[in-house]
């Protein structure tokens, strides 16, 4: 990790025209800085926690770079613990990068991608489950993804976490203790009621993971069929917007037209492939062969079918490529006369009767991909969810650890066999909250960050 000891500085505002842009200093040089470019306009202190209304001057020129609103934040009650500036700049390239440049010529350093947020991490304001909710708030594609990032901002997790860890540790100081010392030295603990709360808090933990981590990540979701069945329709549909072009002609697209949506507070991305057949030309061979590269790395696949016209052998040879893959087949074209007989054609899967053109059955087939995804464990909207992938794997890899111990146990092996799977447990939890996170997992996740957050 980088050195707490200078001031660095970063645009903290996407680059592009706006009311306003933010360039953002932390550490003890902050305020000398600002004031070497800085003309408030009355007064001559720098108040903290107050907005200061001035211009920032380029000194070698005297030139007025930008018309400005500054504030100050003292540590160390500020987003990093330490001195924290932001100039409120007009929305734009050019003044931004000035105002940047600037504070980089007076001493501060470029921030690396995180680098704010891993400050406020390594002087304690927030522990690492909290500094990744900072990154899930910024990425959170539906409100039900924001509430679980601010959830664990909050620090609803760390504080389960925390609770269980230390109860663990608890018990692993007590079987070292029984290690070091004479038997009658120490005074017998029955250490089972803790490790069944530990490992029924765990569980509970990890039956919402799951459903957080769609929240959180979203789910692909690859509209699959031959051609003309109507699966642009399809897609136009349930985006309820025109977004690929729809034709009476065979193989209009000819290529993957990917869109994401919100369905009930799931992230969606659904992707109209191209109709899986034998391409009569290169373009088409080359649109086939992407639709195949998407059903592989889809979650959930919508085979859709022509109702209004027998089943034929693409229909047939589709569907032997779904056999591994969580599947809906979708009958379109309700609203004709229905000549397909899909008996036999995907038997395991869950069959629904749509019509893209009229949206008869589509609120039956939303209900029925939410279902698939969840396969009917939905936790409460506004449950805490566990929403991260790396939480999960420490959480069970705790579980894992726990269970061991609880073998030992049962074979009434020493003390010794029991604290190594104990300290495996504690390390994996302390993973969650950075109290046992090592310096590389720290380089992963804040190099996710945007710089300048």
Not at 244 to 263: H, Q, Y
Not at 434 to 446: C, K, R, S
Request: hydrophobic share 40%; charged share 25%; proline share 4%.
């Amino acid at each position: 990790m980088y050195s707490l000891d200078d001031t660095i500085a970063a645009i903290s505002t996407p680059l592009g025209e706006g009311g306003i842009g933010i360039v953002r200093l932390s550490g003890p040089d902050s305020v000398a800085i600002l004031k070497k470019i800085f003309h408030r306009a009355k007064g001559e202190g720098l108040e903290s926690y107050r907005l200061h209304y001035g211009h920032i001057i380029d000194p070698d020129t005297e030139e007025e770079v930008d018309e400005v609103l500054v504030s100050y934040m003292k540590a160390p009650h500020s987003y990093t613990r330490q001195d924290v500036v932001e100039i409120n700049c007009h929305g734009g390239i050019v003044p931004l990068r000035r105002v940047l440049e600037l504070v980089l010529r007076y001493g501060a350093r470029l921030a690396h991608p995180g680098e704010m947020t891993s400050r406020a991490f390594l002087l304690g304001r927030i522990d690492l489950a909290q500094a990744e909710a900072v990154l899930d708030i910024v990425r959170a594609k539906t409100e039900a993804g924001l509430r679980a990032a601010v959830s664990q901002l909050g620090g609803w997790l760390s504080q389960e976490i925390r609770r269980v860890r230390a109860e663990l540790v608890e018990v692993l100081a007590y079987l070292e203790a029984t290690i070091d010392f004479e038997e009658d030295e120490i005074p017998e603990r029955d250490i089972s009621e803790p490790l069944k709360r530990a490992q029924e808090k765990i569980k509970a933990l990890l039956a919402s993971a799951d459903q957080g981590i769609i929240y959180r990540q979203g789910v692909r979701v690859a509209i699959v069929g031959r051609p003309n069945v109507g699966k642009s329709s399809l897609l136009n549909a349930l985006l309820k917007t025109s977004r690929a072009i729809v034709a009476p002609i065979p193989g209009t697209t000819r290529d993957t037209v990917e869109e994401s949506c919100n369905l009930q507070g799931v992230p969606i991305s659904l992707i109209d492939t191209a109709g899986i057949a034998e391409g009569k030309d290169l373009v088409e061979r080359l649109g086939v062969e992407r639709s195949r590269e998407a059903l592989q790395r889809a979650d959930l696949a919508l085979m859709v079918v022509d109702g209004s016209d027998p089943l034929r052998k693409e229909d047939r040879e589709i569907a032997s490529l779904l056999n591994a893959k969580p599947t809906l087949l979708v009958i379109n074209k309700n609203d004709r006369p229905q000549l397909a007989s899909v008996e036999g054609l995907l038997p395991q899967v869950p069959c629904l009767s749509v019509s893209a053109l009229t949206g008869e059955g589509l609120k039956e087939l939303e209900e029925a991909i939410l279902d698939t995804i969840f396969s009917g464990r939905v936790v409460a909207s506004d449950a805490p969810l566990v929403t991260n992938p790396r939480h999960k794997q420490a959480l069970q890899s705790a579980l894992e650890h726990l269970m061991n111990v609880e073998e030992a146990r049962k074979e009434a092996l020493p003390a010794d066999f029991l604290a190594i799977d104990l300290h495996g447990a504690v390390n994996a939890l302390g993973e969650i909250t950075g109290e046992t996170a090592t310096e590389d997992l720290l380089e992963v996740i804040f190099s996710q960050f945007c710089i300048g957050k």
